[in-house]
């Protein structure tokens, strides 16, 4: 899995691009109707799987409430990232639907009888049209593990597109919390099948992998859930971060990700090191929290600091408390 060089720059806070320069600029573009600055970044990115995968979703995401990648499509049909780049685009506009009904009644869709299924088909449909066009590419894959998650039961075909992914970019950091939200009990599965795929998937990816902190992500959703379903006074809540199976899941990260850590950064180490660190500072384990800090430096991001407090205040506090 290729990777970029960390960036020395100072990131702006919650920054969604992680200090991507190029990528903030191709977003603006895009928001402002120019759609040749996501090309060129898309070509120039090349096979980096990892680092493209970022790209696209992120470029998508700014694509959602404009026409700007159909412009694209009108006037290069024959370029395959402007097809990868809808694709994910018509996934993204979606789930902003979905976000949409659930702060207008109060909870998101999580079956196809409150949304319209065609509109899932089209979505997947536009998403094989993409893989079929590029083959190699990952991409499609990872929309259509996305898109999975809306289908009432779940797309039948969910484990067909998995596996297609994984011969394409058997590392897919993306892919795997795709699957990992899949399995969630707040989608199609269980807190014990969510937990089950985070340890394999972390216990064989390469060292050096920031799969291994799956283990870290799994817990921060079942947090969430477990608070959004029963309250903050659920029984066993306190000692959900501390517990032995948590402790032992962190040192195991510690060992198999942070040790091996070199001077190259993955595309969304920031994400996965803010899941790690607040861990970490919630089980108690400071030493390992400040060697986290100090590879993720004034980086933070909402999740998953919003699920206990105020992102912004928790991630400055911890950070201060352990630069001493």
Known sequence: MARAKRRTTTAVRFDPTYGDAALATARQDLVVGRWQGARDLLRDTGRDWDRRTHRVRLLADAAAGI????????????????????????????????????????APPASEDSLDR????????????????NPADPLPWVSLMTLARLYGQGHPH????????QARDPYSREGHHQVLRHLSARWHGSHGE???FARDSAAFAPHGSPLAALTQAARAEHYRQRVDTEGTAAVGLTYHWNHEVAVQALHSTMRQ?????????YAQDVADLNMLAHGLVYAGLSDEAAEVFRHLGDRPTRVPWSYTGNPESLFDHWRAQLAR
């Open 158 to 165: 969910v484990w067909h597109w998995w596996r297609e992914l």
């Open 194 to 196: 969510m937990y089950n």
């Open 118 to 133: 065609s509109h899932l088909d089209r979505a997947a449909r536009i998403c094989l049209q993409a893989s079929e066009r």
């Open 257 to 265: 990700w942070i040790a091996h850590r070199s001077g190259m950064e």
């Open 67 to 106: 026409r700007t990648v159909e412009t694209w499509q009108s006037a290069e049909p024959d370029n395959p990232d402007a097809l990868v780049l809808r694709a994910e685009t018509e996934v993204m506009r979606i789930f902003s639907a979905v976000a949409e009904t659930n702060r207008t009644q109060g």
